[in-house]
């Protein structure tokens, strides 16, 4: 039998919801949307065009707060994937509420067989190589940033959602997360995934979260992410994977790294070599990949394995 949640405001307490929620795996309740306002302000703030004619595929929802929001500003369809069991059945309960609008599947969104999963004609099969939204609330730590990662490279990898099309996406990313994730040029936060990120998206910061938006109390911010019409990512992905290896080291020291005899492209930069591989810009890397790419001597064979990119970020 299902359980079924009974709280005397239709809404958990913070004291009841981290009873209850609580992760036997986990020293706190995982981080969720808490106020309706916030997230319905929010979600129209991203001023998505047709909405009435978009499906939403959300992943950890919570306690579905920004599930709602989502249906409220028009959604014609919201697909929410949750795994864990005292989330999907309080899940389940905001569904049969919502007028068909909603759908709960018990499904982890950071498994990428959940977006094969997802090409059943049931959900998202008739929608091949349309646009579609996605949005979600990053989990904080190690876990999230990989999964957030992971998203970033598949607009240009063509992979899991991507292959539906240009799939417009918002996360609310935890504070610590967002500062690397947005991190430009010079700043010591740089890494690979701020430079992805970059290179192949227009990314805006909708919204920061104030005291009281978030169980437990912490810092998000809302970022929409909208994939570039087209992007050269082989040999681009193939120089930012070697350069970032040690990314607070001049580019003419690590130049070395993408081939025997790669120092010759030096000369036919436009700028400074001397310039630390963090504080390279999204250009100025794509500056280095075409110059290189123009080398008739570069490895012909960049990648062993297509799915190199998905690995451990530097």
Known sequence: MSKVFNFKNGFPTLTEWTKIFKSKASSSPRATLGNSITALNSAKALNIKNVQQKTAVEIYPGLGIWTNALKEIGFKRVLTLEQQPNYFQWMKQVSETSNGVIETIKKDGYDWDTYTFLKDPNYLG???????????????????????????CCVNNKMAMQTFGRVPMAFWIPDQLFTKFTAGPGDSNRCKMSVVAEACSNLKVIYTTKEGDIYPESVYHLVSIVPLEKTDWDVFEYVLKHLFVMRRQPLKSMVRTLGPGAEIILGRLSFDTSILIRDLSAEQLSEVAQKFDEWPLRPKVLFEDASVFLTKQQ
């Open 126 to 152: 008739t929608l091949q190589n349309a646009d579609w939204s996605k949005g979600s609330l990053i989990p904080k730590g190690r876990k999230g940033e990989q999964l957030l990662s992971q998203f970033i």
